[in-house]
Every structure is written in structure tokens, then in C-alpha cells.
């Protein structure tokens, strides 16, 4: 019983770190596309967009060995920056922040370029900094759209499987997440616990489904 309600909170902790963190470099990613005009924004949204359609096995089969002692990014991280990644839960938290990025940043690119841009043209004709401008014009006007990226980025974090296992594996208490817990017991046909993990996941994904269609019916107009 410890081990199920400790898979649960690792998951929980997993899902609301990648989202604090990924609000930040969201936010700020997000902006960037809205209002560049930097001729390399359609490939940065080609990359951004990338996990959406790549197997999660292929992008976690892939961060494994970059942060593998065997190359030169992985002997950085850890003999320069102490920091092993593979079989850690930051391990597992990187490999999450990268493939939950376009649920923050999709969303919140979508309610910025939904803006009239008179919002900031009046911001900077009061000399406000573009930082103020994002911080107390453009992000409160489009709050449904973050609150929508952040809903989706957290629901997404708790049922990833591919990338988790394959940078985490199944470590208990260090990155063993709820979905690889389902997965661990049906292969062990343990079928009365992987239902009492998936419960809660069907609990939580309707929670959150729930959440962002009143989010929805707030601001008909508002991306999604």
C-alpha cells in the first residue's frame, strides 16, 4: 500500500513541477513566436510541435543517450555539472519538460496572437518595458489561454509512458509514475492494482477535462 500511494505522489510531483517549470520557459517561448519576425520561427515551431506527432519512445530513446556518461553532453552534466539524468527522477523531469512543451506553448502563442496589438502599442507609447507589458497587459488578457496550456500540460505529464520509461525505467520511489506502475502489473497480471491506479487516473483526467471545459464555456473565443 505504501508503494501505491508513493507511485501517486511521485506522478502528482512529476506532473506539477513540469508545469511550474514549464509556465516559465512556456510563457516566454510563447511570446517569442507570437511577436517575432525572426525568419527561423517556422522551423522553432516545427520544433516545438515535434513531440506532438513523435513516438514518445523515439524522443526518450534519444534523450537517453545524449544524456548518456558516453557522449560529450552527458560527461558535461555529470562530471562538470554533478547532474546524472538517466534512471533520476530530474532525469525524468527533463525528459517531460521536453515533451509537454507544446501543450504550454501552443495554447498561450494562440491567446497572444489573439490580442489586438493596440494592447501593447499602448503600453509602450506609456513607456511601459516589454517584461511589464507581458507581465500586467498581455498575460491577463489572455488568462484562459494560460490557464488552458496549464490544464493540458499537467493532464498530459500525468499519463506519460514512453519518455518516462524509457530515460526512468520502473525504479520505485525514485521514477516509477502511475502509468508505468499500470503497465508493471498487468505484465505481472496484478489486474486488481493496475485498476486501482488507473481509477485515478480516469478520476483526474475527467477532473481536468471538466476543468478546462469550464474554462471553455468562460471565453467561447478563447484558444484552446
Excluded at 41 to 62: D, M, N, Q, R, S
Aim: overall charge positive; charged content about 10%.
Amino acid at each position: 500500500m505504501q508503494d501505491y500511494w508513493q507511485t501517486l505522489a511521485l506522478t502528482l510531483r512529476l506532473a506539477a513541477l513540469t508545469t511550474f517549470l514549464l509556465l516559465g520557459i512556456g510563457t516566454a517561448l510563447a511570446y517569442w513566436l507570437a511577436y517575432t519576425r525572426s525568419r527561423i520561427k517556422p522551423l522553432a515551431e516545427v520544433l516545438v510541435g515535434l513531440p506532438l506527432v513523435l513516438p514518445p519512445t523515439v524522443l526518450g530513446f534519444y534523450l537517453l543517450l545524449a544524456f548518456s556518461p558516453d557522449t560529450g553532453l552527458g560527461r558535461f552534466l555529470q562530471h562538470t555539472l554533478g547532474l546524472q539524468l538517466n534512471f533520476t527522477f530530474t532525469g525524468i523531469l527533463v525528459g517531460s519538460l521536453f515533451y509537454s512543451l507544446p501543450f504550454m506553448v501552443q495554447p498561450l502563442q494562440a491567446g497572444f496572437e489573439r490580442l489586438p496589438p493596440s494592447l501593447a502599442e499602448a503600453a509602450a507609447t506609456l513607456g511601459k518595458s516589454r517584461l511589464t507589458t507581458l507581465w500586467r497587459v498581455l498575460l491577463p488578457n489572455c488568462k484562459p489561454a494560460l490557464l488552458s496550456g496549464i490544464v493540458l500540460t499537467f493532464a498530459h505529464t500525468i499519463g506519460e509512458f514512453g519518455v518516462v520509461l524509457m530515460i526512468g525505467g520502473n525504479i520505485a520511489g525514485q521514477t516509477r509514475v502511475a502509468s508505468i506502475a499500470i503497465y508493471d502489473a498487468v505484465e505481472s497480471q496484478h489486474y486488481a492494482q493496475a485498476n486501482a491506479y488507473s481509477l485515478v487516473l480516469v478520476g483526474l483526467a475527467l477532473l481536468l477535462l471538466l476543468l478546462l471545459s469550464w474554462l471553455t464555456k468562460r471565453r467561447p473565443n478563447y484558444p484552446a
